[in-house]
């Protein structure tokens, strides 16, 4: 591996830092700034390349730094809420200040008001990874600075975006027509919310367009109580009436899945009510537990009721590039549009959200606007070109296919499956732990690198004293600053999630922090 990049590789301070050029600094043309600001060599100059250069060095230096030491911080911030009004000023500055006292407020002042997501010991929530290749692909886009809405306004940003997601679908084996060379494609989002509302959009206007658009009120959207609420929120901007919202309950002996036949009822319930089901939302890998909803099933009722099928696999999407944990998505050639969040496990820094789609025309039927200001040859001749701007919100959009692309080719595809896969091996680490533990017990079967559990009820088996108990347990992990853990609520009971994923965390770790929760754990039971 000699020469490659590794996830965990520290960088070597081998950059030199150059020092501006004096012709620079005395050039009036490039310097268009007050005599006053003039007289500051520390001034920057928007966008002077030496400058650029010499700052950067070290602004990277600092990231660097940072990554060091960044065990030497509490995991989860102990700051109060208001702490950064009180030490900085009430308005912004008049005159220039320099990059040092602003890389100081940031150490001292910044700093300790962040989370550190980063950290081997974060295991709350899922993760968002860092990498140095994606950190470099960062570096580039900002470097770089296109804005690529259209073919035309940056025809290699368009072009590398489609590529690359027909690399990563081949990688996940979804269905020849999620690739962009019949009427499907993929389309980097920023997040998983904004992915199901565009395809919600787009679903609902698909339908509106065959039966009016006075029937807005009577369309129904499916899904299970597990469902991530970036669904709800699609709803209330899409205009779904608040009570054409089914939320099905999930089975609690199967890891929280969707029941298909709850799913059947409902629909067949919606329509004889004279109602419009047209839009399910299937899960893999739930945000509480890693809940798998069964695709094939759903993807047959969606069918047969011509529903909008999406599959929201934000996060368990990742481990799907391995050929052993595939089979979670079987059943996704029933799926209208899939999206997985590459910034979760996929060693790409945020953000960065891929939806793949079968009908391209029904995103951008809803999408598109073609302002005079916006048109163009290209464009006109619309055959040959996709402007991703029709595929999404907002007109502007950042150039984040190079990240993704110098992930994969930074690392390749063997490593980031291995990446993925040990996480894996880690959270069974922990689960291994946990059962063997008395106090403790598993609570879901764990699938991917989240473990749910929780400290069992004592001898009275009184449920809300263990939920007590469990947040208790919580607080006190996590304001040691050692690990920072989330949790969540399962069938009324609260349940504790370890989820590993941060590119530094190792089975040192993964021990350590048992060792925390051990220890808060007992001197709680002791109390
Ligand atoms: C993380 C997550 C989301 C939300 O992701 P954003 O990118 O923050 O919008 C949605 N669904 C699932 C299953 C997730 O894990």
């Known amino acids: ?133 994606g950190f470099l692909g960062e570096m580039l886009i900002t470097g770089l600075n296109v804005i690529g809405f259209s073919w035309v306004a940056s025809p290699a940003a368009t072009e590398l975006e489609i590529i690359v997601l027909d690399w990563l679908a081949k990688l996940l084996n ?67 009436h608040p009570e054409n919202c089914r939320v099905l309950k999930a089975d609690s002996s199967t890891n929280y899945a969707m029941r298909p036949e709850l799913l059947q009822e409902a629909v067949s319930r919606d329509i004889e009510a004279g109602l419009i089901p047209f839009f399910l939302c299937g899960n893999v890998g739930t945000t509480s537990s890693t809940a798998v909803d069964p695709l094939v099933a759903l993807g047959k009722i969606a069918k047969s009721n011509e529903m909008w099928f999406h599959v929201d696999a934000a996060y368990a999407g990742n481990a799907c590039i391995c050929p052993e944990y595939r089979q979670y998505i079987d059943g996704v050639e029933t799926a209208d549009s899939f999206n997985m969040n590459a910034y979760k496990g996929l060693l790409t820094n945020f953000d960065c959200s891929l939806l793949w789609v079968k009908d391209q025309y029904a995103v951008t039927e809803a999408f598109s606007a073609n302002p005079e200001y916006l048109k163009n040859k290209a464009s006109q001749e619309n055959l040959v070109v996709v402007d991703y701007k029709d595929w999404q919100i907002a007109l502007s959009r950042r150039f984040r296919s190079l990240k993704l692309w110098m992930v994969l080719r930074l690392y390749g595809v063997e490593t980031l499956k291995n990446y993925i896969r040990n996480h894996i091996k880690l959270a069974k680490v922990f689960e291994q732990l946990v059962s063997q533990d008395s106090n403790f017990e598993v609570i879901t079967p764990r699938i991917f690198s989240l473990v749910c559990f929780r400290m069992v009820p004592t001898d009275d088996n009184d449920e809300k004293k263990c939920n007590v108990r469990n947040q208790e347990l919580l607080e006190a992990v996590n304001s040691s600053g050692k690990l920072f853990i989330s949790h969540t609520a399962l069938s009324g009971k609260i349940v504790l999630r370890f989820s590993i994923g941060a590119p530094l965390t190792e089975e040192k770790h993964v021990k350590e922090a048992w060792k925390v929760i051990k220890e808060e754990a007992s001197y709680l039971l002791r109390k």
């Not at 206007?205 to 029937?215: E, F, I, M, T, Y």
């Not at 469902?227 to 699609?234: D, G, R, V």
């Open 1 to 133: 591996m000699h020469g490659s990049l590794q996830p965990r590789a520290r960088s070597e301070r081998c950059l030199q830092v150059a020092a501006s050029t004096a012709e620079n600094r005395q050039d009036p043309e490039r310097r268009p700034w007050s005599e006053r600001e003039k007289g500051s060599r520390n001034m920057l100059r928007p966008m002077d390349s030496e400058q650029l250069r010499e700052y950067g060095h070290r602004m990277v230096d600092f990231i660097a730094d940072y990554y060091k030491t960044i065990e030497s911080f509490p995991v989860r911030s102990l700051v109060q809420p208001g702490y950064l009004h009180n030490i900085l000023p009430d308005s912004a500055p008049d005159h220039p200040e320099t990059v040092e006292k602003v890389l100081d407020d940031v150490k001292t002042k910044i700093l300790p008001g962040l989370t550190h997501w980063q950290s081997p010991n974060f295991f709350a929530y899922y993760p968002s990874n860092s990498s140095v290749a």
């Open 174 to 240: 979804l269905p020849e027509q999620f690739l962009s060379k019949g009427k499907g494609g993929g389309v980097i989002q920023g997040s998983a919310s904004e992915a199901v509302l565009v395809v919600m959009i787009a679903a609902r206007d698909k339908v509106l367009r065959s039966v009016g658009k006075n029937a807005l009120e009577k369309l129904v959207v499916y899904s299970s109580d597990q469902t991530h609420s970036a669904l709800q929120k699609a709803c209330q901007i899409a205009g779904i």
